[in-house]
């Protein structure tokens, strides 16, 4: 009984090609970014920049189950140096375990996926950069389907892939165990899945509006699986850092914006009341109760283990089971505020650091190893270095790209250009405020997380110049020259930076050639 003009394709359009391809192509794209990422990974053989932390941090997880102070400090790195020479005798000896606990300035998730690598391949390069290296690979195929099912066309999403694996700062952080690779793994697959959820429950309205008559509300829609998937994953971003809140939010808030949408497309007579009524209850479950528990059950060997910092375990086991989870729970807040506390007064100079203004013109990129002296080149003294920068053409044309995504959601109020453009807000805004509220030292790498969206700011602008599959074959013919032409250049300008993102020995002049901005150099002093 169907009593209302609503077309199904209007809700959910169909979907170019066939789902074997749609499956095929990305996961290729991602194989290409693959032995790009795991090639040579355990090169450069040393603990480089801030994996001096995470390295031993994960490891400590995976022997004690809480972190714990090994022998030296990063002006004196010990540690590093016996674990490099295979000797794991890094403990620094305490008379209680308490006294060894060591305050971490974030969340123990990343820290956890750091550690299966180094489970599997051991205390080496290649181990501990294992699961950096895995998670960078899958982010490939995410943003190929998430691009894919955004565009309808999986000539955009293998598009999106491909410009994903040949970014420079991507590249790095794929090949490096630090966080933020992480961090950005997890916002992405919790994106996916707020896109997967607004077609799963366009579907049931369709379906719905297909069989019933026309109502002010419209149906309950019920258990929305997506939903609480991306719950579960933004959840576990802020488990690697705190600051995948700054998603957590505005992909809460997209989502119910989508459901008001839907309803409203739908023709219902009170879409928004509908939303509020039918909708919200659930998404706040998903996006706040969901996330919450991930992030909490993330802590779970801090509680089961004695010896975490600030854990009071004596005290918590001395008064029976109820004082026990009460005291527990006590001590862990406390630990959380600390933690917070120590972010927002985390001010201190350091060479490499740089303003939020300055990241979308790769001004300052953040050298994370660098070796002279050596052979290997075919000159008498090579230069190895791993220097953390975007590539600059893909970069500079996503910017540009944001700049029409803002024209087409202005003039077209498109769902997919509002996206990204809520997703690259929250991402990088923020920073903003702790540059000019708490002067807090920062790094271009912080911006990780949003580079998948700006790709997919460049992969909708090449939509856009592609034209709708029934264009004229000439239009189709120019954009698909320019969409090329584009992808050509960054994988050129990509080639080009290779040796300097992996470490591979060059000459001096080569590597002069390669310091695109001089302020690139200060960031590589020699």
Not at 71 to 84: C, E, F, M, S, T
Not at 269 to 279: F, H, I, S, T, V
Not at 362 to 387: D, H, M, N, W, Y
Request: overall charge positive; glycine content about 10%.
């Amino acid at each position: 009984m169907k009593n209302w003009g609503v077309s199904p394709s209007r809700l959910v359009p169909p979907m170019q090609g066939t789902p074997l391809w749609g499956w095929l192509a990305p996961i290729l794209v991602a194989v290409f970014g693959g032995i790009l990422r795991f090639t040579r990974l355990g090169e450069p053989r040393a603990v480089v920049f801030d994996e001096t932390f995470y390295v031993k941090d994960a490891y400590s997880l995976l022997t004690f189950g809480v972190e714990r102070h090994t022998v030296g400090d990063v002006k004196n790195p010990i540690a590093d140096r016996r674990i490099l020479a295979g000797n794991l005798d890094i403990w620094k000896h305490c008379p209680e375990p308490s006294d060894c606990a060591a305050f971490v300035a974030h969340p123990p998730l990343g820290k956890w996926m750091i550690g299966v690598g180094e489970w599997l391949f051991g205390m080496n390069p290649f181990g501990w950069r294992f699961a950096a290296a895995v998670v960078g690979t899958l982010s490939i195929l995410i943003i190929a389907r998430v691009a894919r099912r955004m565009t309808r066309s999986t000539l955009l999403g293998c598009l999106a892939g491909l410009l994903l694996a040949l970014d420079g700062l991507h590249l790095v952080l794929s090949r490096t165990a630090l966080l933020d690779i992480f961090l950005m793994f997890w916002v992405l697959a919790g994106f996916a899945c707020v896109v997967a959820d607004r077609d799963w429950a366009r579907g049931r309205l369709a379906a719905w509006c297909e069989t019933h008559p026309l109502t002010s509300y419209g149906p309950r829609l019920g258990l929305r699986p997506w939903r609480v998937a991306a719950g579960v994953c933004l959840g576990a971003a802020c488990a690697v850092k705190w600051s995948g809140i700054f998603f957590l939010v505005a992909f809460a808030v997209l989502s119910f914006a989508w459901d008001m949408g839907a309803r409203r497309a739908a023709g219902l007579r009170e879409p928004y009341k509908g939303a509020l009524a039918l909708d919200l209850p659930q998404a706040g479950a998903a996006m706040a109760l969901a996330p919450a528990l991930t992030f909490v059950a993330s802590w779970a060997s801090w509680f089961a283990r004695d010896g975490g910092y600030g854990r009071g375990w004596e005290q918590a086991t001395s008064s029976g089971p109820l004082f026990f989870v009460v005291d527990s729970a006590r001590s862990w807040l406390k630990y959380q505020v600390q933690v917070l506390g120590y972010h927002t007064g985390l001010d201190l100079y350091h060479p490499y650091m740089s303003e939020p203004w300055t990241w979308p013109v790769l001004f300052r990129p953040v050298l994370f190893a660098q070796e002279s002296g050596k052979t290997g080149c075919g000159a008498r003294e090579c230069t190895e270095t791993v220097i953390g920068a975007g590539t600059p053409v893909l970069w500079f044309a996503a910017w540009l790209a944001l700049l029409g995504c803002v024209v087409w959601y202005s003039s077209a109020r498109d769902w997919r250009a509002g996206a990204v453009l809520l997703a690259v807000a929250g991402g990088w805004l923020p920073w903003f405020y702790y540059a000019v509220a708490d002067n807090r030292t920062m790094y271009l790498f912080y911006m990780i997380p949003v580079v998948p969206f700006m790709v997919l700011a460049v992969t909708l602008v090449a939509g856009l110049a592609l034209g709708r599959q029934d264009a004229p074959p000439g239009r189709r013919a120019a954009g698909a020259a320019v969409a090329g032409a584009l992808a050509l250049v960054v994988l050129i300008n990509f080639w080009w930076l290779y040796p300097v993102l992996t470490g591979e020995a060059i000459t001096q002049a080569q590597w002069w050639a390669r310091m695109l901005m001089r302020s690139w150099v200060e960031a590589a002093p020699k």
